[in-house]
């Protein structure tokens, strides 16, 4: 897919991954619109990016989202639209009684899973209505690979990453030309990542891979650690579990 000169829209696109694709898909010539729900955030975006439209929208708000498409269509509508926001929650064990279970797992499924089909389903028909478009829906690792420690976040990541494969089955089906991308990033150093000690990507690196999938038309793009962890729990999917939850991590959900 050639990206020059097309409008795209990050959700989430004031910090972390979202920040840094509006910056690099800026340098190759798109127009990029982000959203968030801190106008501060979104603000301080805009300064570093004067070129950036920046809205300010809540992805599990159907009233936002739909005033979000009413913007984007008087601006001209997006050829893609990039999901990338998303929560996690603290780490809590599952198999202790706890309200905040509950509360967690609404909050992310609201967030990384039903925000992604509200804002699908409102713009399908736009994409659907140019050239050349795509959707690119953020999974991650641990939708391979659930995380002991990030139960109900994983959880999301799977239904989404199933929702993806089929979202992309059923508009090939339609004989849409709309294509259907799927991020897979590794442990990426960000917020959301900040307490974590392990290994980390860069959010540059990441983007400049996912950059390169979607100009080559790769429509799972799994990267750094979550090609090899792909294989792995294909075949050995224990030995996968046990690398993505080593022993040491069990006390800490004592
Ligand atoms: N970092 C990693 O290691 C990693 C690994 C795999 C997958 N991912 C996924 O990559 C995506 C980006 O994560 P990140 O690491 O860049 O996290 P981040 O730094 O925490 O950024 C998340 C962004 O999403 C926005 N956001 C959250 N809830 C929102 C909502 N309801 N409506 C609109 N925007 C919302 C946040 O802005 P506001 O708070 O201002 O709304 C923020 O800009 C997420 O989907 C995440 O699950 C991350």
């Given at each position: 897919?050639?990206?020059?000169?097309?409008?795209?829209?990050?959700?989430?696109?004031?910090?972390?991954?979202?920040?840094?694709?509006?910056?690099?898909?800026?340098?190759?010539?798109?127009k990029v619109i982000i959203t968030g729900r801190n106008q501060q955030k979104l603000d301080a975006a805009?300064?570093?990016?004067?070129?950036?439209?920046?809205?300010?929208?809540?992805?599990?708000?159907?009233?936002?989202?739909?005033?979000?498409?009413?913007?984007?269509?008087?601006?001209?509508?997006?050829?893609?639209?990039?999901?990338?926001?998303?929560?996690?929650?603290?780490?809590?064990?599952?198999?202790?009684?706890?309200?905040?279970?509950?509360?967690?797992?609404?909050?992310?499924?609201?967030?990384?899973?039903?925000?992604?089909?509200?804002?699908?389903?409102?713009?399908?028909?736009?994409?659907?209505?140019?050239?050349?478009?795509?959707?690119?829906?953020?999974?991650?690792?641990?939708?391979?690979?659930?995380?002991?420690?990030?139960?109900?976040?994983?959880?999301?990541?799977?239904?989404?990453s199933f929702y993806t494969r089929l979202l992309r089955k059923n508009l090939e089906i339609l004989d849409?030309?709309?294509?259907?991308?799927?991020?897979?990033?590794?442990?990426?150093?960000?917020?959301?990542?900040?307490?974590?000690?392990?290994?980390?990507?860069?959010?540059?690196?990441?983007?400049?891979?996912?950059?390169?999938?979607?100009?080559?038309?790769?429509?799972?793009?799994?990267?750094?650690?979550?090609?090899?962890?792909?294989?792995?729990?294909?075949?050995?999917?224990?030995?996968?579990?046990?690398?993505?939850?080593?022993?040491?991590?069990?006390?800490?959900?004592?």
């Open positions: 897919m050639n990206l020059n000169g097309k409008t795209i829209l990050i959700t989430g696109g004031a910090s972390g991954i979202g920040l840094e694709a509006a910056k690099q898909f800026l340098e190759i010539g798109a805009k300064k570093n990016g004067p070129s950036l439209i920046a809205i300010k929208s809540d992805v599990e708000n159907q009233d936002d989202a739909l005033s979000l498409f009413n913007q984007v269509s008087s601006l001209g509508g997006i050829d893609i639209l990039y999901n990338n926001a998303g929560v996690g929650s603290p780490a809590l064990n599952l198999g202790t009684a706890n309200d905040q279970i509950l509360e967690y797992a609404i909050y992310e499924m609201n967030v990384n899973y039903f925000g992604v089909i509200r804002l699908n389903n409102l713009f399908m028909d736009m994409l659907k209505s140019r050239k050349e478009s795509a959707i690119i829906n953020t999974t991650s690792i641990l939708s391979l690979v659930p995380a002991l420690e990030e139960p109900t976040y994983s959880a999301t990541k799977v239904a989404l849409s030309t709309v294509k259907v991308f799927e991020l897979l990033p590794p442990v990426v150093a960000t917020e959301m990542t900040a307490k974590r000690k392990d290994k980390k990507m860069t959010t540059e690196q990441l983007v400049k891979t996912l950059i390169s999938g979607i100009s080559r038309d790769q429509f799972s793009i799994r990267v750094g650690d979550t090609k090899l962890l792909y294989i792995m729990s294909r075949f050995f999917p224990e030995l996968a579990f046990n690398l993505v939850n080593p022993k040491k991590i069990h006390a800490s959900l004592l």
